[in-house]
Nanobody, 124 residues
């Protein structure tokens, strides 16, 4: 049984930093790319960052480029998102996801496994 669990979300002031973590267990029989998505109230879920199974290739959304950094431990299927220079516009529930393919995708529909999300709130 696959289980995806995020952690690290909390209230932070604008300009601050947070590190989100994700651990996916039960992923067997293949290589899995992983990604971060977020959803703010009243908005669609949007791509934040993603990384391939080996950690060699990654992509980030333009809105977070230069501020957020994604990394992963391929052996443990663990992933982190370092978020710096946070703004109130970054406030959202952040979701970790995994897909049964080696290369990442920016489309949420391409990911089969999802965590429950962790709340990030940035105060002004």
């Amino acid at each position: 049984q696959v289980r995806v669990v995020e952690s690290g979300g909390r209230l932070v002031q604008a300009g601050g930093s947070l590190r989100l973590s994700c651990l996916a267990s039960g992923l067997t029989g293949g290589t899995y790319a992983m990604g971060w998505f977020r959803q703010a109230p009243g908005k669609d879920r949007e791509f934040v960052a993603a990384i391939d199974w080996n950690g060699g290739y990654s992509g980030t959304a333009d809105s977070v480029k230069g501020r957020f950094t994604i990394s992963r431990d391929k052996v443990r299927n663990a992933m982190s998102l370092q978020m710096n220079s946070l703004t109130p516009e970054d406030t959202a529930i952040y979701y970790c996801a995994a897909r049964g393919a080696p290369m990442y995708s920016s489309g949420p529909g391409d990911y089969a496994y999802w965590g429950q999300g962790t709340q990030v709130t940035v105060s002004s």
